[in-house]
């Protein structure tokens, strides 16, 4: 219930950030500023409420898993949790003497990924969520990856219809997919760091 929780919290903060792209799009298009994008901003009842439904919708098309690899790059064991010793090993914060003697597999898990992400999960993430470094981590890293996520959808969206539908989106230039572009990395990045961050919180919170 706690990611659930989580996901709902973030419809706000993550129409914040599709009216932000919305808005640089309205840049790239117009020769002149249009002020209405800000003025949603202000309109918590109308339009940004549909904006986060929209929202809602669209991070729900992608299933986890691409997400994941959406955000992290890669195919095979791609969590951060499936490699939360090596990135102990870089984090200040963690003694890594009091880590082994934690883990009592340390070196055999340390060569394999696959096995990592469960222990990380059952022994580390489970009895720290809901401490407040852990769950704020958490939120953020679940903000920035629905945001890449729908960011991606978007842009997908806006190619197919460019292709097929072109003479009703005739005054939306190609250049709005470079827009969606830097947004996907930037969200992907902060993603990223913060899933990292989020592992390697876990452990320091229980060690």
């Given at each position: 219930m706690a990611g659930i929780s989580m996901k709902t919290n973030n419809i706000i903060p993550l129409s914040v950030l599709m009216v932000l792209q919305l808005t640089v799009i309205s840049l790239v298009n117009q020769s002149?500023?249009?002020?209405?994008?800000?003025d949603i901003l202000k309109d918590t009842s109308g339009a940004m409420l549909a904006i986060g439904a929209v929202s809602g919708w669209l991070s729900h098309l992608m299933p986890p898993d691409l997400?994941?690899?959406?955000?992290?790059?890669?195919?095979?064991n791609v969590l951060p949790g499936h490699r939360f010793i090596q990135l102990s090993e870089k984090d200040r914060r963690i003694d890594t003497a009091l880590l082994k003697a934690r883990v009592s597999e340390f070196e055999l898990l340390k060569q394999n990924n696959r096995e990592q992400n469960s222990y990380w999960y059952k022994e580390f993430y489970r009895p720290s969520n809901k401490q407040d470094e852990v769950a704020s981590t958490h939120r953020?890293?679940?903000?920035?990856r629905d945001a890449a996520a729908v960011s991606f959808v978007s842009a997908f969206a806006l190619l197919a219809a460019k292709q097929f539908l072109g003479e009703?989106?005739?005054?939306?230039s190609y250049q709005s997919l470079w827009v969606f572009t830097f947004a996907i990395i930037?969200?992907?990045?902060?993603?990223?760091?913060?899933?990292?961050r989020l592992v390697t919180t876990a452990i320091a919170v229980s060690l």
């Open positions: 002149a500023f249009d002020i209405s994008y800000v997400k994941s690899v959406l955000v992290f790059w890669r195919w095979n953020a890293y679940l903000l920035y009703y989106f005739s005054e939306v930037g969200f992907s990045i902060a993603a990223k760091n913060a899933g990292n």
